[in-house]
């Protein structure tokens, strides 16, 4: 009986929320997280059809808080052989510690989209993955075993008027990209069955492409390329993923003064094409030596340029492609730190102020970052996976490669320390109260009253001065990104220390209790023989 009122209480309660207007839950839904929303999908029929539908998918989307995505590719020639890293920060600028689960230890980043993270490896596959559901694709390659290929020559796209999804390819015509050029990129819309190859104008840079970076705003893709032929070196080339036509933009003559020595970036900013150029370091190109200077696109068909700051800084890179979020820039120095500066003034005269140290990104180098803007989506991959050039995953790859298993055993003994450490702990920190506890046993058999309380009198007073343990659950398993597993080492060490403090906090205590007993009962002949027939426990103190 009483089963069929829980029941009936249930059904009564989910027919209440279900009657709700559809736009009062569209509402509630619209304000909570992808990682809530993917709890709610389980809740009941209803509430799955409602999440999964496409057009709350795009409403979600269209308000989802636009976060910081800081990614440390692997150096293959380095001899440390640190594996790809990833790190996520906030609107608040709050920094998260858990790995990015859909980014494997090979992997590269070719660009971000609508929360779907574009992901190369050396090997035959492009990796299309939700950076918020888990949820991937892989690809294959337009070109196989394509000698001197490189993550930074794939770029990754949509479209809002078609609602496809693109990924590029510069296919490069000489040996080395650093001097090359292309003539080809080929594209593949997601869900279609093969690559397609659309010659450009020209021949095109790649080393502009890997210096400077490919951004997407609304359905175009725009790179820098070197122009020597014409009375600039630079200029910006457009690529619509609808009508797959080129177009070329010519930068202000301005930004282009002494472009020598002038490093040269595209970046998006307010969702506008941006140019940032400064002097650069001759030993350290990378190392702005002068004032940074970024101009807008304005109008993109009568070419248009303004400038929209010009900033005074001390030498410090900038990551790219994106490294202005709102009122703040980001800047790395070479001691491995990221800082962000708000940036304020009249007009394009520009200050930094209220520098905030955000990240110490050791054992990673400030060339091996990107810094690009990303969200978390409930966008599905699941219609796509019927293409023909889709791919299983491998049996083995990611961290159960075996040449990632050094890393994975430091990671599995790190976490075996952690459970070691608190182990030690709890232990460290019950040994007195059981040790008090035998003591107050056995005292009943001790037949003066007023030796009976005091001692127990004196082992109350111990114990409650013994400071409680401050971590009384164990840490919970997680895979930590690398940045943060080196100040979890850290913290590990810090923590050791606090178990050595403990320990002779603790021998302490039952030293004190040890000794009230022999003082009050141990050291009295008529209270001794009463102990007698607890040698046992007697010597348990002692010990």
């Known amino acids: 009986m009483a089963s069929k009122e829980i029941t009936s209480s249930k059904q009564t309660e989910e027919c209440i929320i279900n009657c709700l207007p559809r736009d009062l ?31 709350f998918v795009t409403s979600h989307l ?23 890293d990833a790190i996520i920060f906030d609107e608040a600028w709050s920094q998260s510690t858990w790995a990015v689960p859909v980014i494997g230890p090979d992997d590269f980043l070719c660009g971000t989209c609508n929360g779907l993270l574009c992901l190369y490896t050396e ?36 479209h809002p008027g078609t609602k496809e999804y693109k990924v590029t390819h510069f296919l490069g015509e000489h040996q080395s990209y650093s001097q090359g050029t292309f ?8 869900g279609s069955e093969k690559w397609k190859d659309i010659r450009t104008p020209e021949a095109l840079s790649l080393s502009s ?43 202000p003559a301005t930004a282009l003064v002494g472009s020598d020595s002038h490093g040269h970036w595209i970046t998006e900013i307010d969702r506008k094409v941006c140019i940032a150029t400064a002097e650069v370091n001759r030993d350290l190109p990378k190392v702005l030596a002068g004032e940074l200077q970024i101009w807008t696109l304005d109008n993109r068909v009568e070419q248009r340029w303004s400038q929209k700051w ?27 730190n990221l800082y962000s500066h708000v940036l304020i003034g009249m007009n394009c005269e520009t200050k930094l102020s209220n520098m905030v140290a955000l990240l110490d990104f050791r054992p990673y180098k400030p060339e091996n970052m990107q810094s690009y803007i990303c969200v978390k989506s409930l966008v599905r991959l699941h219609t796509y996976k019927k293409a023909g050039i889709v791919c299983k995953p491998k049996q083995c790859e990611g961290w159960k490669l075996k040449k990632w298993e050094e890393w994975e055993d430091m990671r599995r003994n790190i976490e075996d320390a ?18 008090g506890g035998i003591i107050k046993e056995l005292l009943q058999n001790v037949a003066d009253e007023i030796i009976r309380e005091r001692v127990i009198l004196e082992i109350n007073h111990i114990l409650e001065h013994l400071p409680d343990c401050p971590y009384q659950h164990p ?21 050791l220390n606090g178990v050595m403090d403990m320990i002779k906090v603790s021998g302490k205590a039952v030293a004190d209790m040890c000794g009230a007993v022999k003082t009050y009962v141990l050291d009295r002949p008529g209270v001794h023989i009463q102990l007698c027939c607890h040698r046992s426990y007697r010597q348990g103190i002692l010990h």
Request: proline share 4%; net charge neutral; with cysteine.
């Open 310 to 336: 010009n900033i005074q800084h001390s030498m410090n890179c900038i990551p790219g492609p994106h490294f202005v979020h709102k009122d703040k820039i980001v800047m790395l120095s070479h001691d491995c």
């Open 25 to 55: 839950i569209e509402r509630i839904f619209l304000g909570l997280p992808v990682s809530t929303l993917l709890t709610c999908i389980g809740v009941c029929k209803q509430w799955y059809n409602f999440i999964r539908d496409p057009q």
């Open 475 to 495: 840490r919970s398993l997680r895979r930590l990104s690398l940045v943060e597993q080196m100040r979890d080492l850290e913290k590990l060490k810090a923590r």
């Open 123 to 158: 090997t035959s596959r492009i990796k299309i993955a939700n950076l918020a559901t888990g949820e991937c694709l892989h690809l294959a390659k337009p070109v196989k075993k394509l000698r001197d290929d490189h993550f930074s020559f794939y770029s990754f796209g949509f």
């Open 418 to 435: 952690w459970n070691n450490v608190h182990e030690m702990e709890q232990e460290t920190s019950s040994q007195p109260h059981r040790l």
């Open 209 to 251: 492409v890997k210096n400077s970076g490919v951004i997407h705003i609304d359905g175009t893709m725009y790179w820098l390329t070197d122009d020597t032929g014409a009375s600039w070196n630079h200029a910006v080339i457009s690529f619509d993923l609808s009508e797959e036509t080129f177009a070329r933009i010519q930068l």
């Open 62 to 84: 269209r308000q989802a808080p636009r976060c910081t995505l800081l990614f440390f590719h692997q150096e293959p020639f380095s001899s440390d052989n640190l594996p790809t």
């Open 183 to 190: 003539h080809v990129i080929q594209v593949y819309t997601l």
